[in-house]
Each structure stands twice: as C-alpha cells, then as structure tokens.
C-alpha cells in the first residue's frame, strides 16, 4: 500500500462518512483492508482504490467503511446514563405518555442494536406497556450489516451479561438453532429480543453528515464514541444538528472520551457524566 493509496482511502471514507483517518492509522488501514483485497482476488491497493472509486464500487465502499470502524458494545455500556435517563429524564416523559403525549430517543450509531435495547429495557422496566403508548426509539447507523443485526434482535448468551437477571428473564427468549446471533456462528445458546420490546424500536440505515429524512424532535439522543471518528469540524457540525433535533430540556449523552463543543455549546450545557441538557423554554 503506497503512501498515494493511504491518501485516496482516506479521502473516500472522509467524503462518504465524515470519518477522519490520520496517517498514523496507515498500518491499521492495511491490516484490515488485505482481507477485502483477498477476498475480492486482487493483488494491488491500486488496483483496489480504482474499484471503490468507480461507479460500481459503493458496495464495496460500504464494506470498507466496516472494516475500518470498531463496533465495540455491550448493553448498558457506561450505564451512568441510563441510570440518568431512568432517575431524571423519563419520569415526566413516561407519565406524559400515559395521558397521551409522545416520547422520541434517537440511537445514533447503534451499532448492533445494544444500545436502543438497553434504552428500551430502561423504559419497560419503568413502563411495561410502553409500546401500547407513543412511545419509540430510533435506532440509525450507516453500517447497513450492524443494522441488520439489530433489527433481528438475537444476541449469545455472553453478549447478556451486562443485562440484569430480572430483564434478561422478561424481555429475551432463548433461541434453539439459532444461527449464533451477532457474532456468527456458534454452540452458544442465542436469546432473541421479545416483541414488546422489539415494537420500540425502528433500526434505519443513516449517514450522520448526509441528509437526515426524520422531520420530529427528539426528547434525547444518544451518540456515544460516534464523533471520534470525525476531525473537529465534522463533530461540530454534527453536534449542532443534535442540538438543533433536541427538544427543550432534552439531554444528548456522548461517549466518556467526547466533549461537546462548538455553535452546540451555546444551547447545549453540561450536566454531569457526558450528559448536556438542551437549554429550556
């Protein structure tokens, strides 16, 4: 892989997904996209780059977006923040939905689909007929396999580890001959999302720097360790558009390593644990 290879990847993956690649990801680059080179039998990054860059090659575009992008997850990743939207956010919003109102949470970048359940068991526990009520989630990621994914809502056994003993029991049911749920295939014994919860939750394929079809607001959004793929002008300008969808004392929660700056920060304040509030009426 020639340094002019590097560059025109780098270039693609900018353009198509806002994702920022240093040149000190050269070696990473490598690694990961050999494997596309064999797959596809060709013999050069060069050869390679022409393919991605012609008209026929979006698919494989798409491809090599997840290749170069970690889903790293679990349910009730850095459980602060569902433990925030539990004690502080949904509360009011719950008891406004039971006399009629409507409660909107985005996932962004749901990856496999553990975040929006996570969310959506948070909500049932509090709420258990949430799904007879205006009550969804929007679950969104550009990754069209990781949507996919979610969307079946079958998980391993080991993947539930982080899911208390008293959910896992109510809202998954075991899977016999299951294909091996997100990680492919395997002995292990799979667990599927039941359809109260699955009824929450609407999985979309999305590119956060391209147009956004959804005209409504939201009451919160999630976009945690998104942005640290994006250089500081992207991250900023998706954060504005989060600001701008967040209703009135809504929260965004970001990833642990993510602080949210820019026009956003303006009506964006921190609370606490990576959770901004969106100023008030």
């Not at 990054?45 to 012609?54: L, M, S």
């Not at 359940?117 to 949430?130: F, G, V």
């Not at 994006?230 to 967040?246: H, K, L, M, S, Y």
């Amino acid at each position: 892989m020639t340094e002019a290879d590097f560059t025109d990847i780098a270039r693609i993956l900018y353009d198509d997904a806002g994702i920022h690649l240093a040149p000190s990801k050269a070696t990473l680059v490598y690694s990961r996209l050999s494997k596309r080179l064999r797959s596809l039998g060709m013999e050069s990054f060069r050869d390679y780059c022409a393919h991605v860059a012609g008209s026929s090659g979006a698919d494989e575009r798409m491809k090599m977006l997840a290749s170069l992008t970690t889903n790293v997850t679990h349910f009730f990743r850095e459980q602060h923040h569902f433990d925030h939207l539990r004690n502080s956010l949904l509360p009011p919003l719950l008891a406004n939905a039971k006399r009629g109102g409507r409660v909107r949470i985005w996932s962004a970048g749901c990856s496999n689909g553990h975040e929006p359940y996570s969310i959506a068991m948070t909500i049932l526990s509090m709420m258990p007929d949430a799904a007879e009520h205006d009550v969804r989630i929007l679950a969104s990621d550009i990754d069209p396999n990781v949507v996919t994914t979610g969307r079946a809502g079958i998980y391993l056994s080991s993947d539930l580890q982080n899911v208390p003993a008293d959910l896992r029991r109510r809202w998954f049911r075991p899977v016999h001959g299951a294909p091996g749920g997100s990680r492919g295939a395997t002995d292990e014994m799979a667990f599927e999302v039941v359809d109260p919860m699955r009824d929450l939750v609407a999985f979309r394929e999305l590119n956060l720097i391209g147009q956004w079809p959804m005209k409504g607001m939201f009451d919160a959004i999630f976009c945690r360790n998104v942005t640290i793929y994006f250089d500081q002008t992207t991250r900023e300008r998706v954060w504005n558009r989060f600001a701008e969808r967040i209703l009135p004392d809504g929260f965004l929660y970001v990833g642990h390593s993510e602080r949210v700056t820019g026009p956003a920060s303006q009506t964006l304040s921190y609370e606490s644990n990576t959770s901004y509030r969106k100023a008030g009426r």
